[in-house]
């Protein structure tokens, strides 16, 4: 912790009260935690709130808490198409007394209200968290071509081009230079894992401070024991998340599958999801399903308290997805949980598992490598060693000293 | 690039003998240089002299272009220079020296040269220039020889011999000769040195007050003097036992007072068929007139066999002097005059011209269109495009059905273009005259186009126009009126063309010879090869200018194109305070919907002035709204700049604002009406920015050819922005 207390202004995307993302999680944990330190935060966030309302809606929503909604802003959610929404937005932050303005993503803050407040506020530090990779991929910033799911491993504006044929090759070395235009005038960057921070490198862009701060799960989760993981649960695996095309869905079932075939001991619970998505999302998944029959389990959604719980009702904890994943909760609460986790062996998610220590990593994508990995991993007595091996997520202590010089402008490179 | 005029200056004439030199030829002279003009002759043998120009007259075939002064030309006859052989002939004036061409002239002998312009009963006049020392005579047959005194100033004449006011005419009486008396025909003849000049048969006393058909007196046909120097040359013996013709007839429709104290006359002359064209003229002679003459064929069928006629409109002005006007003809081998009926006699000069012969009208306003006598008819009370206007109004509108297809394009560089695919029957000796019609200020302007010759092929005419007069870029827009003449006939038509950009108009050139039924490629290459090459140096002389000055560091105006997408909008918006702490002034150039969110960044700002546009006009946007000329211009496409403020770098002039106006005008002529374009390819001319972007595909030897010819203006007239290379 910072000998003095600092007064810092958190601007998120979103707010948990109405969507739990990584992003907005990571914020208001971040909120939550420099408040509880003793320091001034104020988390403004932006939120739907209603009908559009021309000009925009600013609501205190508690002590330090405000809320926007961004209905002012163009499609992408880059930039403010209402002036007045926008206006009313940078008078409110101007107005907050804080040394440091800490930004948890552009999209849905705006790349022009940030310059505006940077001039705004020369006074201030201004401070970026790059949960993900939109600057560098119009993608939805995942990096992942937009025909077939190949993964891309470097932007260059002919190859995004190809990617969205309608667009030219300069239109997306405009829109490169349009971000890094304002990610230079930050003072310093934050990213929650080192391969983000590789990735902006290779794109162009080096912030003037670099920290590495993984996300903090917040006081609750960071508070709850570490226990021991229950014996005899190496043939039960465990999927959470959305099923969306990039969470490799299906390739855990089709690995699983195949594993099953081997070995009919195994058992697979999926929590956050429900047969019937899966299915519409993955058509041709239904006789690898039926194949399984009670082998595969679909535990529907949880509330984001009951996790570890969840997770220690499994042996492993499977991240399929075939993405590149920045840095998954997911992980962070399986590592607190004390689950080992399987993995794709790429991005975050490589990053974050040690192979061997935390678990056990997959190929990208590949059914039979996944097959292959759970039935290593059913093996007698693998489960144990490996969660005794594991690391815990970061803690409270080691995050706060960590992010303050981070804010404050003391975490040198 | 070279320049258009390779000379200043020409001798046309120099003769030397019996005691007198006459010296002739032109020179491009500054106005200034005028008052202190003076032709000077250097011989090998030590000879040098000067005399004082005063009587430099405007050649209409040498007009001024641009920044070239026009051309006067000169005649000036000395005496008492020692016999020379070989000189150099130069124009001196205050402000310099300008020699003349050929570097070494070699005299002919001196001839005497002049004009028996008529004779009747009592008189003979017309002019000489000849060696005082030798025999100069009317020649009366039978009759006896008057010695000819050149005692009158005749301003339509050209010759000058340093005197304030050269008297060359004469005019003769017979009072007291045999032929004063009337007895018989007689031939009157004027001969100087031995060489017979001019004749004219006398037939009796003259009428000179009687009927338009009394045609009394008959001379040899004269140039028309519209400021072109004329010069007759001695006259052929007449065949010995020709017939006498039946005399001229004038029938005079029409004389109109019209603007600026000229007179409209109308009328038809009738003669007996001789191969010539009859000319006419106001006397006392006006120093400048238009004529122009035009079949009749109404009343051509109902003459006589071996009698011809021709109808005539002449614009001259109104005689001065006490002397009452009269209207002269020569036809035929015979003259006549005529005094003038009054001004108000016959129809209104629109009536006069709507029922004309169109080819006579045509050619009128083509002659009032250059600027010579007839331009009085375009005097503004008489409607947009003066006494023309009701003419006009009744010439058709040129439609795709009068031929299998027809186009027609027009460029702001005052430009236009057209292709006619045409019916076999009407064959490729078809000639086209163009004449463009320009709005101004609510009038119509004409003006006359230089053709380059068409390019024909069995069905398919291509010809090409430029407006030679032009002095500013670009053009406005404006319609075309031409004569098509083939097989003997001739059509007359208005058309609107379609308004292309230079580059697109030559294309649509190269692109229509290409067609099926256009030339062969060999041909087309070569016609479109001398047409770029006139091209080239008819542009290069008007956009040809001083160095521009060292630019001042400020103010600085930045120039931002490839704004062409709205990420590069928002680039600018990131960008904008970095913008404002480096250049005094911002120039956004880019489609209206680019750049008009543009200026919606930086207009509410208020910290610098912010000016943007599509088309070359937002060129003047910074200059016409109070950008002091003396600063700088840099141009940065929007990813140069992006590059630029990464590295932090300063913003740093490389050309003088003052080129702005110039840019305009070469886009004009090569390039887009784009100014983002223009701006793009001046930084790639001039070494500071991206490859110049291309004139579309070059799929044919004729695009190619188009394309460098464009991209040679650039690379060309680059220098002209660079003060540095200037200096240099």
Redesign the interface.
Request: glycine share 2%.
């Given at each position: 912790m910072a000998e003095a207390p600092i007064a810092v202004c958190i601007i998120a995307h979103a707010h948990p009260a109405f969507t739990k993302g990584g992003g907005e999680m990571a914020a208001f944990r971040e909120f939550t935690t420099l408040r509880a330190a003793g320091h001034r935060a104020i988390l403004v966030a932006a939120a739907e709130m209603g009908p559009a309302v021309p000009g925009g809606r600013l609501l205190r929503h508690g002590p330090d808490e405000h809320l926007y909604d961004p209905y002012g802003m163009t499609e992408d959610r880059?930039?403010w198409s209402d002036l007045a929404a926008r206006e009313a937005l940078l008078a409110l932050l101007v107005a907050q007394p804080v040394q440091v303005f800490h930004i948890h993503h552009l999209w849905r803050v705006g790349?022009?209200l940030v310059?505006a407040l940077m001039?705004a506020r020369p006074d201030a530090r201004f401070v970026l968290t790059l949960h993900e990779m939109l600057a560098i991929c119009a993608h939805h910033g995942q990096m992942i071509r937009t025909r077939g799911r190949e993964l891309c491993h470097a932007s260059a504006p002919a190859l995004c081009a190809n990617c969205f044929p309608e667009r030219?090759p300069?239109?997306f070395?405009?829109?490169r230079?349009?971000w890094?235009?304002?990610l230079?005038r930050f003072d310093g960057a934050i990213y929650p894992s080192d391969f983000l921070r590789r990735r902006f490198r290779d794109w162009g862009f080096a912030a003037r401070e670099e920290t590495v701060l993984e996300n903090f799960l917040g006081e609750e989760l960071a508070a709850a024991p570490r226990a021991p993981a229950e014996p005899g649960l190496g043939q039960h695996f465990a999927f959470f998340g959305q099923p969306t095309p990039f969470k490799g869905l299906d390739v855990l079932i089709r690995g699983f599958a195949l594993a099953l075939a081997r070995e009919p001991g195994l058992f697979l619970s999926l929590h956050g999801c429900e047969r019937e998505e899966v299915l519409r999302l993955f058509p041709a998944l239904e006789a690898a399903l039926e194949a399984a029959g009670p082998a595969i389990f679909f535990a529907g959604r949880y509330d984001a308290g009951d996790v570890l719980g969840l997770m220690r009702l499994s042996g492993w904890v499977v991240v399929p997805s075939i993405w590149w994943e920045n840095s998954p909760v997911v992980i962070q609460e399986a590592r607190r949980a004390g689950v080992p986790l399987i993995v794709s062996d790429i991005g975050g998610m490589a990053e974050k598992v040690r192979p061997g220590l935390d678990g056990l990593h997959f190929r990208r994508g590949n059914a039979p490598d996944l097959a292959r990995v759970l039935l290593a991993a059913a093996a007698p007595g693998r489960q144990e060693a490996l969660a005794a091996s594991q690391a815990d997520s970061i803690g409270r202590e080691e995050f706060l000293a960590r992010l303050l010089p981070a804010l404050a402008g003391a975490a040198g490179g | 690039m070279s320049g258009v005029y390779a000379l200043d200056g020409y001798v046309d004439t120099a003769e030397h003998g019996d005691g007198v030199t006459l010296l002739g030829g032109w020179v491009r002279l500054p106005e200034a240089g005028l008052p202190s003009a003076r032709l000077r002759l250097t011989t090998p043998g030590g000879v040098s002299q000067d005399w004082p120009l005063t009587r430099l007259l405007a050649r209409r075939d040498l007009p001024a272009e641009g920044e070239v002064p026009a051309g006067r030309g000169f005649q000036l006859l000395v005496r008492g220079l020692p016999d020379w052989t070989e000189g150099a002939l130069a124009v001196v004036h205050a402000g310099g020296e300008i020699l003349l061409h050929p570097p070494a002239v070699n005299p002919a002998p001196f001839r005497p040269r002049g004009h028996l312009d008529g004779a009747d009963g009592k008189e003979a006049w017309g002019w000489l220039v000849h060696a005082p020392g030798t025999e100069a005579v009317i020649e009366m047959e039978g009759m006896g020889r008057l010695p000819v005194r050149c005692d009158i100033h005749r301003a339509d004449l050209p010759f000058d011999d340093g005197s304030p006011l050269p008297a060359f005419g004469f005019h003769l009486h017979f009072a007291g000769t045999a032929l004063a008396n009337g007895r018989g025909p007689r031939r009157v003849a004027l001969r100087a040195a031995g060489v017979k000049l001019g004749e004219v048969v006398v037939e009796g006393q003259a009428a000179i007050a009687g009927a338009p058909a009394g045609a009394e007196a008959g001379g040899r046909a004269n140039s028309r003097i519209t400021g072109l120097l004329a010069e007759a040359a001695p006259l052929p013996e007449p065949p010995p036992a020709a017939p006498p013709a039946e005399p001229p007839q004038l029938v005079l429709h029409a004389c109109r007072a019209v603007g600026g104290g000229h007179l409209l006359l109308a009328g038809r002359v009738e003669w007996t068929e001789d191969g010539g064209e009859p000319s006419l003229r106001l006397l006392p002679a006006s120093p400048a007139q238009s004529l122009v003459l035009f079949d009749e064929p109404d009343e051509l069928a109902g003459l006589a066999p071996g009698r011809t006629c021709r109808g005539f409109l002449l614009v001259a002005a109104r005689p001065g002097g006490t002397e009452p006007p009269m209207l002269e003809w020569v036809a035929g081998g015979q003259a006549g005059r005529q005094p003038l009926p009054g001004e108000a006699h016959g129809p209104t000069p629109d009536a006069v011209l709507h029922q004309a012969g169109w080819g006579g009208v045509f050619h009128l306003l083509r002659e009032a269109a250059g600027g010579g006598a007839a331009s009085a008819l375009l005097a503004p009370q008489l409607g947009p495009a003066g006494a023309f206007t009701r003419w006009l109004a009744g010439v058709p509108w040129l439609e795709p059905a009068d031929f299998p297809r027809v186009e027609a394009w027009a460029a702001p560089s005052g430009e236009c273009a057209m292709a006619f695919t045409l019916d076999p029957a009407i064959g490729p000796d078809t000639r086209l005259t163009l004449l463009a019609l320009l709005p101004e200020g609510g009038r119509v302007r004409p003006l006359p186009m230089a053709q380059s010759p068409a390019l024909t092929s069995e069905t398919m005419l291509l010809a090409h126009g430029l407006l030679p007069q032009l002095t500013e870029l670009p053009a406005p827009p404006f319609e075309l009126l031409m004569e098509m003449r083939h097989a003997g006939e001739a059509q007359w038509f208005r058309v609107s063309p379609r308004s292309l950009p230079a580059p697109l108009l030559l294309a649509a050139l190269h692109r229509h010879a290409a067609l099926p039924e256009g030339p062969e490629l060999g041909e087309t290459l070569a016609w479109l090869h001398d047409l770029l090459a006139a091209r080239e140096e008819s542009f290069a002389a008007m956009l040809i200018g001083a160095p521009p000055p060292l630019p001042a560091a400020r103010p600085l105006l930045l120039a931002l194109h490839?704004l062409?997408?709205a990420?590069?909008v928002?680039?600018l918006?990131?960008?904008?305070?970095?913008i404002e702490a480096r250049a005094d002034a911002v120039l956004l150039l880019g489609p209206r919907e680019f750049t008009e969110p543009g200026l919606e960044i930086f207009l509410p700002r208020g910290r610098i002035a912010a000016h943007g546009g599509a088309g070359l006009a937002a060129l003047r946007g910074p200059l016409r709204r109070g950008l002091d000329p003396a600063g700088g211009l840099l141009i940065l496409d929007?990813?140069e700049l992006?590059?630029a403020?990464?590295r932090e770098e300063a913003f740093q002039p490389r050309l003088p604002l003052s080129a702005l106006p110039l840019l305009e005008q070469i886009a004009t002529v090569a390039g887009l009406p784009d100014a983002a374009d223009a701006v793009a390819r001046l930084a790639a001319a001039t070494g500071a920015g991206l490859p110049p972007p291309g004139f579309g595909a070059q799929d044919s030897a004729a695009a190619r050819l188009v394309a460098t010819h464009l991209h040679g203006f650039w690379r060309g007239l680059a220098p002209l922005f660079q003060p540095e290379a200037a200096d240099g």
């Open positions: 880059l930039f790349l022009d310059a001039e030219t300069r239109h070395a405009l829109r230079a349009t890094l235009t304002l230079n | 490839g062409d997408d990420e590069a928002r680039l918006a990131m960008a904008a305070p970095a929007m990813l992006a590059a403020l990464e």
